[in-house]
């Protein structure tokens, strides 16, 4: 599966945004598909990820702030981020576990298609 994440911007401290990814290819999107995100000088970190059912986990620092959705028929993944902090600049990826995979991971090494990331940057 390839993925194209997009919709990264710069913003300001308080605004939203929201993050697209587009799964193409034989397979199409995965049962489950996640959001990373890496800052500079910093790990790749996990944000939030989806099942196929519409069950969702996310990282502590987001929660409240951020929704994951998905549209199937689209073969598409959302990230809609609320409330924005200048902590939150980071390049997003999108992720997809493999297909034969129903259950969510937060675990980075789970996944094994990943998209070329979008930067979103929050200044103050």
């Known amino acids: 599966v390839q993925l194209q994440a997009s919709g990264g911007g710069t913003v300001q401290t308080g605004d939203s945004l929201r993050l697209s990814c587009t799964a193409s290819?034989?397979?199409?999107?995965?049962?489950?598909m996640g959001w990373f995100r890496q800052a500079p000088g910093k790990e790749r970190e996990f944000v939030a990820a989806i099942a196929w059912s519409g069950s969702s986990a996310y990282a502590e620092f987001v929660k409240g702030r951020f929704t994951i959705s998905r549209d199937n028929a689209k073969n598409t993944v959302y990230l809609q981020m609320n409330s924005l902090k200048p902590e939150d600049t980071a390049v997003y990826h999108c992720?997809?576990?493999?297909?034969?995979?129903?259950?969510?991971?937060?675990?980075?090494?789970?996944?094994?298609?990943w998209g070329q990331g979008t930067l979103v940057t929050v200044s103050r």
């Open positions: 290819g034989r397979t199409g999107i995965s049962p489950v």
């Open positions: 992720a997809a576990r493999a297909q034969s995979v129903t259950v969510i991971r937060r675990d980075i090494r789970a996944y094994g298609s």
